[in-house]
């Protein structure tokens, strides 16, 4: 089934005739004909009767030709949306919450544009929604697959939240860790894997005290002092704001965070880069920040002592001819 053999439905049952569909559809009679007879196959129900020289349809084909309309006119409302310039945006929570809703907020008040944010569970599904066209932009960590498009953003620096009335030192040597109670979304959960492989990395088995799945719930932990757990940014400034106590680590722990595409960035994508570049530009890391030097950064789940690879722009390889 697929959208040519439902508006040709559509356009036999409005005009009563397959040669006059086959007109108003710019096609050839037997093909019509044929994409026809295929889907009522296909559903089992046979939509269209023979009447005089014309054709009718039958009870149980009114009912498919409605669906038919309806996903015609939803199909049409779609490209109306992508016409009118909307930026579907996507990420998982902590990005869309640190750099998505302000990057976002400054780009629908700038020239009135529209855009859409949208949350998703994993990194994967960003990299899914950027390649099947659900999102013209992705937030996520760098690298991203060769075959997208990436604009680095700059550097994430992670920091250790704790319950206020712990006293630990700022910075807190890494190796520390291993005797702080952490917190955890869930050992199913990437978040947790990622940390979990990087203190492994240091010869460290992370004490898990609770667990919380919602980004909100951990910090809530923190507060009321069940254990620390790791944030960023603005998100980290709040919850010292609610309560929360918080140490930089030594050495520092940092991710690249960029912003991807499927293709060239048109105009709008551009402008988006460039206010999400304003607005991560005091909670971001630039690239060649000389603090970069000592960091020991993260791809994934892996660890890296040596200074990080200067990632500005990364156009998609190019398709054989």
Do not use: C
């Not at 890391?285 to 500005?312: I, K």
């Amino acid at each position: 089934m697929n959208l040519q053999q439902l508006r040709y439905l559509v356009a036999t049952a409005d005009t009563g005739t397959m040669t006059r569909a086959a007109q108003s559809a710019h096609v050839a009679q037997p093909s019509l004909s044929r994409a026809v007879r295929a889907l009522e196959d296909e559903l089992g129900v046979t939509v269209f009767e023979r009447e005089g020289r014309g054709i009718r349809v039958t009870p149980e084909g009114g009912e498919i030709v409605a669906i038919a309309r309806r996903i015609l006119a939803d199909v049409d409302r779609l490209g109306a949306v992508a016409r009118h310039g909307v930026l579907r945006v996507t990420a998982v929570v902590g990005q869309a919450r640190e750099i998505g809703s302000p990057a976002v907020a400054r780009f629908v008040t700038t020239d009135h544009r529209r855009a859409a944010l949208d949350v998703v569970d994993t990194p994967s599904h960003v990299v899914e929604r950027v390649r099947d066209g659900r999102a013209r932009v992705g937030i996520l960590d760098l690298p991203a697959p060769p075959d997208l498009h990436a604009v680095s953003l700059g550097w994430q620096e992670l920091v250790l939240l704790h319950p206020r009335d712990w006293r630990l030192d700022d910075p807190l040597d890494v190796m520390g860790l291993a005797d702080v109670p952490l917190l955890s979304p869930g050992s199913g959960d990437w978040r947790h894997a990622a940390i979990e492989d990087g203190l492994r990395s240091f010869g460290i088995r992370p004490t898990i005290a609770a667990e919380a799945k919602d980004p909100d719930l951990l910090v809530g932990l923190v507060q009321e002092g069940a254990g620390a757990w790791f944030s960023y940014g603005r998100q980290a400034q709040a919850a010292v704001d609610g309560g929360a106590g918080m140490v930089h680590l030594d050495p520092p722990l940092v991710r690249e965070i960029g912003v991807v595409t499927a293709g060239e960035p048109d105009r709008d994508i551009r402008d988006f880069i460039d206010i999400a570049s304003a607005e991560t530009e005091t909670t971001l890391w630039p690239v060649g920040d000389p603090m970069l030097d000592r960091a020991v950064w993260m791809r994934g789940s892996t660890l890296y002592t040596t200074p990080p690879p200067a990632t500005t722009v990364r156009p998609p390889p190019l398709t054989p001819a």
